[in-house]
């Protein structure tokens, strides 16, 4: 059974998707050190707004991180484990769309 080009976009979103989430939050531990999480944004201020942009695009990074941890470490109900993945590709999906447009924008196709 063949897959329809919209489905091939899909694929295709959602791993330049989670691919780019990888590479920003391990970018990230390697310049500052530390991992990327969201307690950055409890620090407030300029330091937290600084951090959003990074947050958004890493966020599904972080999500499956902290579920597979949290799985192998407190053992962590599968259903939340599900869930808390489909909520990651969802939200990779999303920030593929985002930087394949911005990519096709600043290329001017």
């Known amino acids: 059974m063949p897959l ?3 489905a091939v976009d899909s694929l295709r979103t959602l791993c330049i998707g989670l ?3 990888g590479l920003l939050a391990s970018s990230f531990e390697l310049f500052a050190a ?3 999480s969201f307690t ?3 620090r407030g201020g300029f330091s937290a707004v600084a951090a ?3 947050l958004a695009f890493s966020a599904p990074f972080i999500i499956l991180r902290n579920t597979v941890r949290g799985r192998r470490i407190e053992g962590r109900p599968f259903p939340f484990v599900m869930l808390a993945t489909m909520v990651a590709c969802g939200w990779g999906l999303v920030s593929g769309r985002v930087a394949l447009n911005l990519a096709s924008m600043i290329v001017g196709v």
């Open 4 to 6: 329809s080009p919209a």
């Open 19 to 21: 691919a780019l989430s």
């Open 34 to 36: 530390r991992r990327a």
């Open 40 to 42: 950055l944004l409890e």
């Open 52 to 54: 959003l942009p990074l």
